[in-house]
C-alpha cells in the first residue's frame, strides 16, 4: 500500500484522493485552505460533484483517506506526493505557475526519503523541468526523488466515474522505478487492462494540452457550423448526427451551443498557443477557436438583443443555468458571466437561477437576483434565457412557462427545447443553428 500526499483538494485533487485511496492507497488530501480542510473533517463536501460523497465518506470509514492542512508534516510520510493546485490564467493568457513553485519548495524542504513527485494539474510542457530545478535545489543532497506527469483527464460533472474508469492513464516518467511506483498506485487499472500509456515528462505534458485545445477547436468548429446553418436554411442537428456518424469524426464535443466555459479548455487553450509562439511557432487552429469562442458568446448576447428589438433597458430577464455545464457548481468562465455582463450594461435586469450555482455566482455578481427554482425566476420576466442544459430545464413544462413569463420570448442556447411545442405555443424564440418552423 503506497501513502500518497496530494497537494490542493479541489475538484482534481479531492475527486483524485478520494479515487486513488478507493484502489486501495493510503491517500491524505492537505490543501492551503484551512477552512476547506475543516470542512471536510467534518464531513462536509465542498464541491458538487455526483457520487463523490459516498466515495469519500466509504473511504474515510475504512482509514484509508485522511484530510490535513499541516502540509510539511504530511509530506514526511509520503511514497508518492501528487500535485494538483490551480495553474490559473495570467492575464497574458500564460499558465500561473505560482502555487507549483511555491509547492516545490514546501515539498523539497520536508521531505526526508525518496519520494515520487507527480503532476496532476495542468502544466505548460517543460514545467516538469522546471519544478525538477525547484527541488534539486532545495532539497537535502542524499536525498533521492523522482518526477512524474501524470496529467488528469476528468470532466466536472462526471469525475468520479471518469477518474475510477478512465479512457486512458498518462503517465510520463525517465525511470523505471517511477513507472513501477506508479503501477502500484494505479494498481486496478493496470489490472483491468486499461490502456496506460508510458511517455516521457514532455510527452506526457503535451498530451494534455493537445487534447483540450482538440477538443475546444471541435466545440468551435461546430459553433461556426451551426451559424452557418442558421443563415443556409439547415439545421445543425443533423448536420452534426450526420458527421458524429462517421466514426473518424465522433458525435462527442459536436453540441453547438453558447461558447465553451469551464476552468480548463479557456485557460489551456491559450496557454497552449503561448506555448508555440514562445517555441517560434503558431498553432493557428487553435487561435482561430480562441476568438470563435469569445464571438459565439456576444452572438448569443446580440440573439436575445434581436429578440428584445434591441431595447433590453428595463427588461426583466430569467437566466436559467449559471455553471459552465450541468451536474458541477463550477462557473469559472461559464458563458453565462458574458451574457449576464451584457445584460447588464444594456440596462436590463437578471433573475437567475441554477440548481447549484447560485451562491458562486453571486460572488460575482451580488446585484442580481437569485431564484430557487426555474418558475421563481420567470414569474412576470419579460423572456428567458438557458444557459446550462440542466435536465430539470429539458423537461420544462412549456405551457407553464408561458403562463408565468410576461412575454413568450425564449433563448435557447443548448438546444434542449423542442421546436414544436415552442411554435405551437406561441413562443418568439430563437437558438443555436436549427431550422425555427419544425
Ligand atoms: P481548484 O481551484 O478547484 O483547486 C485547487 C486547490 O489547490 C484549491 O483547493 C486551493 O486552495 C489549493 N491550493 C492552491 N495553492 C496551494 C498551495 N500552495 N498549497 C496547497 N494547496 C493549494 O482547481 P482544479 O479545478 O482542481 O484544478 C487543479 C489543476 O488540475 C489545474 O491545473 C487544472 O487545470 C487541472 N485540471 C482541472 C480539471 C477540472 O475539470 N477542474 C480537469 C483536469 C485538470
Known sequence: MNRITIIGT??????????????????????????????????FIPIHEPGLDDLIKRNVKSGRLKFSSKID????????????????????????????????????????????????????????????????????SNINFDYVSNPEFLREGSAVKDFLWP???????????????????YGPLYINDKPILHTNIQTAEMIKYAANAFLAVKISYINEVANLC?????????????????????SKFLHPGPGYGGSCFPKDTKAFSLLSKKNGLSLKIVDAAIEVNEKQKIRMFNKLNKLFSFNLKSKKI?????????NTDDI????????????????????AYDPISNNKMSKIFPNITYHLSWEKACQMADGVVIMTEWNEFRGMDLILLKKILKNPIVLD???????????????IFDNVGRIQNE
Not at 230 to 250: C, F, N, P, T, Y
Not at 338 to 348: R, V
Open 73 to 140: 508534516k504530511v509530506i514526511q510520510n509520503s511514497d508518492v506526493i501528487f500535485i494538483a493546485v490551480g495553474t490559473p490564467e495570467n492575464p497574458n493568457g500564460d499558465a500561473n505557475l505560482d502555487a507549483i513553485k511555491s509547492v516545490a519548495k514546501t515539498i523539497s524542504e520536508n521531505i526526508k526519503n525518496y519520494v515520487v513527485i507527480c503532476t496532476k494539474s495542468t502544466v505548460p510542457v517543460g514545467s516538469g523541468d522546471l519544478i525538477i530545478s525547484i527541488v534539486k535545489k532545495n532539497i537535502k
Open 230 to 250: 442558421e443563415e443556409v436554411g439547415a439545421d445543425v442537428h443533423l448536420v452534426a448526427k450526420g458527421m458524429g456518424q462517421d466514426g473518424r469524426i465522433s
Open 332 to 351: 469559472r468562465e461559464s458563458p453565462s458571466i458574458e451574457m449576464i455582463n451584457l445584460i447588464l450594461k444594456n440596462d436590463g435586469e437578471v433573475d
Open 318 to 326: 430569467a437566466i436559467l443555468g449559471l455553471a459552465f455545464k450541468p
Open 413 to 427: 442556447t443548448r438546444n434542449i427545447l423542442s421546436i414544436q411545442k415552442l411554435n405551437n405555443l406561441g413562443f
Open 10 to 43: 479541489g475538484y482534481v485533487g479531492l475527486v483524485s484522493g478520494a479515487g486513488l485511496s478507493d484502489f486501495g492507497n493510503e491517500v491524505t488530501c492537505v490543501d492551503i485552505s484551512e477552512q476547506k480542510i475543516e470542512m471536510l473533517n467534518n464531513g
Open 167 to 185: 479512457d486512458r492513464v498518462v503517465i510520463g516518467a525517465t525511470s523505471d522505478k517511477a513507472f513501477s511506483v506508479m503501477k502500484e498506485v
